[in-house]
């Protein structure tokens, strides 16, 4: 797992290990970023599982959304799981 500060000088970066707890114990939606064939981005709330062992993060769609679509044509993901408690942290990040 690449840990990135994506908002430096503000909060602190989460280590690995709290990554790992608050996404196996988060209740939030996962709010998935792709971008289409025209460029334009797509933002998809949707319930998504984290394997801690395994390291995988597991979405919940549809074969033929336009989140597969997307994916299938650029296979870039940004994603983001809110806290509950408003202001004090959040899972921001970027994959393949």
Not at 10 to 21: C, Y
Not at 55 to 79: A, D, H, P, Q
Request: aromatic share 10%.
């Amino acid at each position: 797992m690449r840990i990135l500060n994506a908002s430096p000088g503000f909060g602190t970066q989460l280590t690995e290990e709290e990554i790992k707890n608050f996404l196996c114990n988060s209740k939030l939606n996962i709010h998935i970023g792709t971008i289409d064939n025209k460029g334009d981005p797509n933002i998809h709330p949707t319930w998504y599982y984290f394997d801690a062992t395994n390291n995988k993060l597991y979405i919940e769609t549809y074969k033929e959304s336009k989140k597969i679509e997307n994916l299938n044509t650029r296979n870039t993901v940004y994603y983001c799981v809110d806290n509950q408690n408003p202001r004090t942290r959040e899972l921001e990040a970027r994959g393949k």
